[in-house]
């Protein structure tokens, strides 16, 4: 069965700090382009970051370049995405996927 587990949400403070992660499972993780996808609250879906299979090329939104990086652990079929000075704008459910696989994501809600 193929799995994709965030991890890592929660509750932050502006200016504050996350690291998300991504838990692959039942499929070649090591061959797949993977994604950050997040959906704000009444909002479609924004995609925020993509890295490629090695971990060698990434791209970033606008919104969120210079303050977001992704990152993957082959060896450990994760991908995280490691968060910094965060905006309220950026409270959203976080998915990771690749392919057309999906998590269930996690909430990141920034606020005072």
């Known amino acids: 069965e193929v799995q994709l587990v965030e991890s890592g949400g929660g509750l932050v403070q502006p200016g504050g700090s996350l690291r998300l992660s991504c838990a692959a499972s039942?499929?070649?993780?090591?061959?797949?382009?993977m994604n950050w996808v997040r959906q704000a609250p009444g909002k479609g879906l924004e995609w925020v970051s993509r890295i490629d299979s090695g971990g060698g090329t990434t791209t970033a939104a606008d919104s969120v370049k210079g303050r977001f990086t992704i990152s993957r652990d082959n060896a450990k079929n994760t991908l995280y995405l490691h968060m910094n000075s965060l905006k309220p704008e950026d409270t959203a459910v976080y998915y990771c996927s690749g392919g057309n696989y999906w998590g269930q994501g996690t909430q990141v809600t920034v606020s005072s």
């Open positions: 039942g499929f070649t993780f090591t061959t797949y382009f």
